[in-house]
């Protein structure tokens, strides 16, 4: 088995072979498969001043060849997909196949963005006096600090530096320290697209040291995060004093509501792909299931018939469709909710058991039904492969139900009538809403949440203004 010792990637150099190391775990085998360097503020520190060094010869750049390096680097992760795809099943866990879909995904935002770069479009406005002239450009922000999550690796990272690089920024990750590989393997494929050094950097370690210089240096003058709402919350304060621009990919937990005329067929087909996705380890998968009266047991016996031949284990093994949970943490929750739900009056349909060995932890395909409101799977992020469904019976009820959280990032239903998708897709309080669709994520559509779930939009034509700066010049000629 490969053992990948990679070092972080600061200012064009491979840095840190004397620090200390992180370790990096097959959470399928609990087998170490790799180290990086555990780095601290001082290393962050050296980060941003490579990335404030590069930023006025990557800004002044024409956006068309700035595009061009994004090409470039889509078409090396593009050529090197299987090697990211293998890298990223060894630190995460997902299925080899998911692995690649997401490597397709990474880099369709380096492609729509890079596009995007030539669309920065100012506006003039009509002067208030003859010899008065008024335009509005946009600019970029400057050195851009990304905090990323382990549940996706590569595309986390993508979605936020390519279109922070399309807009003339320089560039900063630092990647969970659970699936640290990904992110360097994209730094040498940077390198390989001959990105100027200091225009991307990774650094991996310790989250505290390396958020606090990305935190108290002036020089950055944006913070994107994707994870948790605690720590989202916890860098949004932090932002503050240095009134940094922050976009925040938090929290969900997504209703997925089936209405009594919904084409029940292709409601299970999209509950089963969205749901075990990554081990249900993503942050718009279906959290709890609302179903209409007249279908609920037909939507539930078929439901089981397609998730019972799904097979869990090790995500490298091309049969697999549901990998492990992360980690030990990940899986207690899941047995902790799963047996909070059970305690409470709820039925196991499918599953509801896991299987801990050796530091490798999986989880059934479970689904849940007699469930009620008072449950904590109803109530909080599960982020494993569990599917929780109440019973409703009228829209308003189930209206009601899916909004009643705090959290505002997807949501999704099924329904073959307009009126009702037309009241449901404008009554539900999400920024994502899928009508008979529920895998929407798509580079050319924005994703992000509202109230809990976060702040500003990733992809679509949004995820670049999120990169820039507004001025206003007025001219007296
Ligand atoms: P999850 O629970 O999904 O792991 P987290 O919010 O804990 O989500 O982690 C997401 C990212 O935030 C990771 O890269 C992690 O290292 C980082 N992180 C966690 N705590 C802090 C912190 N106090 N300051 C900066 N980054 C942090």
Known sequence: MT????????????????????????????????????????EALAAIKGANAAFRSWSALPAIKRADYLFKLQEIMLDRQEELAKIMTLENGKPLKEARGEVLYATSFLQWFGEEARRIYGRTIPGKTENHRMSVIKQPVGVVAAITPWNFPAAMITRKMAPALAAGCTFIVKPSELTPL????????????????????????????????????????????????????LLLRQSA??????????????????????????????????????????????????????????FISKFAEKAKSLKVGNGLEEDVNVGPLIEKKGYEKVEHQVHDAIEKGATCVLGGKGR????????????????????????IETFG?????????????ALELANDTPFGLAAYFFTTNVSTGTKLSEGLDYGIVGWNDALPSTAEAPFGGIKHSGLGSEGGTEGIEEYLETKYISMKI
Not at 195 to 205: A, E, L, Q, S
Not at 274 to 280: E, Q, T, V, W
Request: some cysteine; hydrophobic content about 35%.
């Open 3 to 42: 053992n990948y010792s990679l070092l972080n990637y600061i200012n064009g150099e491979w840095t840190g072979e004397d620090l200390k190391k992180i370790e990096v775990v097959n959470p399928a085998t609990g087998e170490k498969i790799g180290s990086v360097p555990s780095a601290g503020k001082e």
């Open 182 to 233: 990904s992110a360097l393997k994209i730094a040498e494929c940077c390198e390989e697209a001959g990105i100027p050094k200091g225009v991307f950097n990774v650094v991996c370690g310790d989250p505290k040291g390396i958020g606090e210089a990305f935190m108290t240096e002036d020089v950055v003058r944006k913070i994107t995060f994707t994870g948790s709402t605690a720590v989202g919350k």
């Open 241 to 298: 004093d240095g009134v940094k621009k922050a976009s925040m990919e938090l929290g969900g937990h997504a209703p997925f509501i089936v209405c009594d005329d919904a084409d029940v067929d292709l409601a299970v087909e999209n509950i089963v792909a969205a749901k075990f996705r990554n081990s249900g380890q993503v942050c718009v998968s279906p959290n709890r299931l609302y179903v209409q009266s007249s279908i609920y047991e037909s």
């Open 356 to 379: 801990a060995e050796n530091g490798a932890y999986f989880y059934q395909p479970t689904i849940l039904k007699d469930v009620t409101s008072d449950m904590e799977i109803m109530n």
């Open 385 to 397: 492969p569990v599917a929780p469904i109440q019973k409703f019976e009228t829209i308003d009820e």
